[in-house]
């Protein structure tokens, strides 16, 4: 998956097979090391970007949390700030209403 979009990786896995091929062929235990070494090489790569991608996948998800906190807060600091006007309109109206009848 990730060796396909990392050509590196691919092309070190090939290497460490032929490598390690050439190697059990020659009886060479030192080239066939080294394809090992090749192929653990791009295994390490291909986790690597695999975590990546995680880590990208985790820091999207937690954007997404904190926006939806903030609209959150948001919206809760709107209907207090609602809750508040409507409070000072029904005083302001009682408030006339009790002018209205000392007045007369």
């Not at 209907?79 to 007045?103: K, L, P, S, V």
Request: no cysteine; aromatic share 0%; net charge negative.
């Amino acid at each position: 998956m990730a060796d396909a979009k990392r050509p590196g990786g691919m092309v070190d896995r090939l290497l460490g097979k032929a490598k390690q091929a050439a190697g059990n062929v020659l009886g060479d235990d030192a080239l066939a090391r080294e394809g090992r070494l090749h192929e653990e090489k791009a295994d390490a790569a291909t986790e690597a970007a695999r975590r990546e991608e995680v880590a990208v996948e985790v820091a999207a998800e937690a954007d997404v949390v904190e926006r939806e906190a903030a609209l959150l807060v948001e919206e809760q600091s709107l209907a207090a700030q609602a809750a508040a006007d409507a409070r000072t309109e029904r005083i302001d109206r009682e408030q006339r209403a009790q002018t209205e009848r000392i007045e007369r």
